[in-house]
């Protein structure tokens, strides 16, 4: 038996409700297949880096003495036991990746959250003080934008000292500018809207606008910048791990596994090219991510 208001709708009387927000949001985000594939990759990288004890074949740092760069299963001379082959001291090219997945993903995360949640009160301090308090925030945002980053990151972790840590800290800062200015320039544009006047007018302290008012509308280009900000992140803490002032031996991480490879590039290709294969895979998945959040928040770009 049909509803009535089944009926109703099937002869164009009554229209359908409206989609809820999120569900119109991922069906704009599908639409894109490149945004799409980004995110299942980015999903299956995930989730070996998560299981990366049971999905590596051998351990990241075991030392096989029989197998000194032994090259890919496929290629004359390799063998199944390592299917990406071994590096100069006989470790599992593929177990390494592997769990360098895990390294890189886990500090990116990291990373963008720390920078997020810090450019999100800086750009809202910024927005909601005006005057001084914005013009010095504001001003040192501009001299960190106007130095190279990654001078900036290796000048930070000099100082500091090497560490994954400490390059961690240093990508933080390098990517906080970023976050203030889109946060302050957002939060700029919605404190001239009507629908702040009234929660003012109905009292609303300024915490409360900041924080509920606000802040849950300025979310989209942030979630966006943030998504970006990891492939960022992943690249700055390679370049920094490939120059020595990253994570440190024998972490498997895919900047200190490029950097350690490369004196063996002309005779032993594989243990510079799987790392970095990972790295560009990796960033081009969030790039192409990116642009379909970007394409699927912004109601100005969807079709």
């Known amino acids: 038996m049909i509803e009535p208001d089944a009926e109703l709708e099937a002869e164009g009387l009554i229209s359908a409700p409206p989609p809820h927000p999120l569900v119109e949001i991922w069906n704009a985000f599908r639409e894109s297949r490149g945004a799409f594939a980004g995110l299942v990759i980015i999903l ?18 075991e030392q096989y003495r029989d197998a000194f760069l032994l090259p890919p299963a496929w290629v004359e001379g390799g063998s199944t036991r390592f299917l990406l082959g071994t590096d100069d001291i006989g470790r599992d090219i593929l177990s390494r990746i592997i769990h360098g997945a895990r390294v890189s993903l886990s500090t ?15 750009g809202l301090i910024a927005a909601f003080a005006r005057g001084l308090v914005d013009i010095f925030i504001m001003r040192l945002m501009d001299i960190m934008l106007a130095l190279p980053s990654l001078l900036m990151a290796i000048v930070i972790v000099a100082i500091l000292g090497p560490s994954l840590i400490n390059a961690a800290l240093a990508v933080i800062i ?26 003012r007018v109905a009292g609303a302290g300024p915490l409360r606008l900041m924080w509920l008012t606000v802040l849950p509308n300025c979310m989209a280009p942030l979630i966006v910048q943030a998504t970006l900000g990891f492939s ?72």
Do not use: C
């Open 108 to 122: 990116g995360a990291m990373v963008v959250v720390l920078a997020l949640m810090a450019g999100i009160l800086l």
């Open 232 to 303: 960022s992140a992943i690249l700055d803490l390679a370049a920094l791990g490939f120059l020595g002032m990253g994570a440190q031996p024998p972490t498997p991480e895919w900047g200190t596994m490029l950097s350690s490879a490369l004196q063996f590039i002309q005779r032993a290709w594989w243990v510079v090219t799987f790392p970095g294969l990972a790295i560009l895979i990796v960033v081009l998945a969030f790039n192409l991510m990116g642009d379909g959040l970007r394409d699927a928040l912004d109601p100005r770009l969807k079709r």
């Open 174 to 199: 390098v990517q906080l500018p970023h976050f203030v200015r889109l946060t302050r320039a957002a939060a700029l544009t919605e404190l001239g809207k009507d629908y702040v006047t009234a929660s």
């Open 44 to 61: 299956l990288i995930a989730l070996a880096a998560l299981f990366a004890d049971t999905v590596a074949p051998h351990p990241p740092a």
